[in-house]
């Protein structure tokens, strides 16, 4: 009797043991089975009626017969356990009404279209999970906005049909299950906001056809799978914002095409798989904030051509592998914050045109690798904070423009190279820290008459500066800075500086082709500095009170004061020259003629009675001048056929009447 209760005690806890498992699996058993069905609608919009028996069963379906919107509303809402999806003997046709994938909402849906929110609930924010695998109908033409947004678990490769022309907002959102190459037929004309966004599964290159003329919002963002190269073809005109964005797969160079006229808002942010030279075609008129930030992969030069006209925030953030001196084009009138901030790849100069009227936030932050001197044209009124932060490479002497009138916190901390600033009286206002750790100060000359002090000089502004040995003030002021409580560090150091030069002009807005003299009001004589002048910012002439020439309209005239240890400059004088000539003496784009165009050997430059003194310059994608002469004849030939394949600057320049610009291509 014992032995009995306690065999039965052991099946007994055999069974509880063993209960789990079954349960298990019978529910495993059952979320795998295949239910398949085959329904063929005769009537648009009665799949609930034709498949009603199975429709909480079915996993794999095929239909046939047609179809509208309402029949993929009943497979996205009432198949909860559709998996595999064949429509390829299925006829998409229009309908209009309230019962449509849009829920309430009355709405057109076109025939042979996959229609908006076909797979994706608008009601509760969600796509169709159980969804592994569809077959489209293969007339379909275009997929609708938000088609398959959220069908996470669709797998297999992505196979758009050759009869597709658009692909729709939201598209394909999501869809990180599809794995392989994604092949974009040439029949597509459109491609929408945040089509592939975030399909990670897709791998190898991306081509898109040139059928396409613009890459919408996101288009392929968070598409890190691809690795292979990125082919943009000649008829996109504009990259969309965040087109790119977080495509850190893509390798090899980045050819824009001439094309494109605007690169958006954060383009090829995180593509730092890209390689070589950065090279923005001369169509792009802007580049957008974030444009290119952490492409830290170019590991060439960067060319921004005379086109653009502005660069946004951010643009090339963190692209610290570039390298190469940096010109920023006399186009460009805006710089945003962070520009450049962590580009330490760049070695070589930093020119900004005088178009600049402003140098943000943190716009050129730690750039080390800048060599060479540091000029701020004389178009610039503000400096913003930590603009120039940990420039450590410039050397010489950092002389600001009288345009210029206040330097905001830490603009220049850490530019250890500068061995003197000058600071012109138009400054009002230097923020807190802006010359913190300059190390290689040996003086600092400022033309205010009056120490700022208070709120207008921040606090720190020179601290750990002990090393600066003097400090150059205007004639009549030293008195006042040894009593500015502001100006302590200086005490033992202040000076009066041995010229205060401002210039005059005998004349301005004078007619063309008329000499003008410049003279220098030196307050104070004594001392051994030597005089600079400066036409454009070039030297001129040198050691003369006096210097005069034929100018140009718009010409800028200085004079450098050039001391043992630091470097001055006086006001600016711009000119005003008016054009006497008449008719076709004046050259405009009218009269200027360059052909062929493109050319292979040589090029002719014809220019309808040019004036005297008329030039003709070329110059490459990096700024360099490749040719210059003077203009004898009304025809110039130029032998092209030495020079390398691509675009090429032609600038003729009228003492008289300015500058035109003309694009020529050397193939």
């Not at 900004?352 to 610039?380: K, M």
């Not at 014809?606 to 002469?629: C, R, V």
Request: glycine share 8%; net charge neutral.
């Amino acid at each position: 009797m014992l032995r009995f209760e306690l065999v039965e005690q052991q099946i007994h806890a055999m069974k509880i043991t063993l209960l789990p498992f079954i349960l298990a699996s019978f529910i495993s058993y059952n979320a795998n089975a295949q239910f398949t069905e085959t329904a063929n609608v005769t009537t648009p919009g009665t799949l609930n009626k034709v498949a009603k028996t199975y429709l909480k069963t079915v996993t794999k379906l095929t239909l046939t017969g047609t179809i509208d919107a309402r029949d993929f509303k009943t497979m996205r809402d009432s198949m909860p356990m559709l998996s595999i999806l064949n429509l390829s003997s299925a006829t998409i046709v229009a309908y209009t009404g309230t019962a449509g994938t849009q829920d309430t909402k009355n709405d057109t849906y076109a025939a042979n279209v996959i229609p908006q929110y076909a797979f994706y609930n608008p009601q509760n924010s969600s796509g169709k999970i159980s969804l592994t695998s569809i077959t489209y109908p293969t007339n379909i033409t275009s997929y609708g906005d938000f088609a398959f947004d959220g069908c996470s678990n669709l797998t297999g490769l992505l196979i758009i049909p050759s009869s597709v022309r658009s692909i729709g907002d939201f598209a394909f959102y999501g869809c990180h299950g599809f794995k392989g190459s994604l092949i974009i037929p040439s029949s597509v004309t459109y491609i929408g906001d945040f089509a592939f966004y975030d399909c990670g599964g897709l791998t190898g290159s991306l081509i898109i056809p040139s059928s396409i003329t613009s890459v919408g919002k996101g288009s392929f963002a968070s598409c890190s799978g691809f690795t292979g190269t990125l082919t943009i073809p000649s008829s996109v005109t504009s990259i969309g914002k965040g087109a790119f964005s977080y495509c850190g797969g893509f390798s090899g160079a980045l050819t824009i095409p001439s094309s494109v006229k605007s690169i958006g808002d954060d383009a090829f942010y995180d593509c730092y798989g890209f390689t070589g030279s950065l090279i923005i075609p001369y169509s792009v008129t802007y580049i957008g904030n974030g444009a290119f930030k952490s492409c830290s992969g170019f590991n060439g030069s960067l060319t921004i051509p005379s086109s653009v006209t502005s660069i946004g925030d951010s643009a090339f953030l963190q692209c610290w592998s570039l390298t190469g001196s940096l010109t920023i084009p006399s186009s460009v009138t805006s710089i945003g914050s962070y520009a450049f901030e962590d580009c330490y790849g760049f070695t070589g100069s930093l020119t900004i045109s005088s178009s600049v009227t402003s140098i943000g936030r943190h716009t050129f932050y730690f750039c080390p690798g800048f060599t060479g001197l540091l000029t701020i044209p004389f178009s610039v009124t503000s400096i913003e904070s930590y603009a120039f932060c940990n420039c450590s490479g410039f050397k010489g002497s950092l002389v600001l423009p009288s345009s210029v009138d206040s330097i905001k916190e830490n603009a220049f901390e850490g530019c250890s190279g500068f061995t003197g600033i000058s600071i012109p009286s138009s400054v009002t206002s230097i923020g807190n820290y802006a010359f913190q750790n300059c190390y290689g100060l040996k003086s600092i000359v400022t033309f205010n008459p009056v120490p700022l002090t208070g709120e207008a000089l921040g606090v720190y502004t020179f601290i750990d500066d002990d090393f600066i040995r003097n400090l150059y003030v205007p004639c009549g002021s030293v008195d006042a800075y040894k009593a500015s409580p502001a100006w302590h560090l200086f005490n033992m150091n202040i000076s009066a500086m041995d010229r205060n030069v401002s210039i005059s002009a005998s004349a301005n807005s004078v007619k063309s082709g008329t000499s003008v003299t410049f003279t220098t009001d030196s307050v104070c004589l004594s001392g051994s500095a030597t005089l600079q002048w400066q036409v454009n910012r070039k030297n001129k002439g040198t050691g003369q009170t006096t210097f005069s020439y034929i100018p140009v309209n718009g010409d800028t005239i200085t004079c450098l004061t050039i001391f043992k240890d630091t470097t001055t400059t006086s006001n600016v004088i711009v000119m005003n020259v008016k054009d006497t000539s008449m008719g076709i003496h004046s050259i405009t784009s009218n009269n200027v003629t360059l052909y062929p165009n493109p050319v292979t050997g040589s090029l002719s430059v014809s220019i309808t009675n040019p004036l005297s003194q008329t030039s003709i310059a070329i110059y490459n994608l990096n700024g360099t001048e490749i040719f210059s002469s003077n203009v004898t004849s009304s025809i110039t030939e130029v032998d092209m056929s030495r020079y390398s394949a691509g675009f090429y600057l032609v600038k003729i320049i009228s003492p008289d009447c300015g500058m035109i610009t003309r694009k020529v291509i050397k193939q």
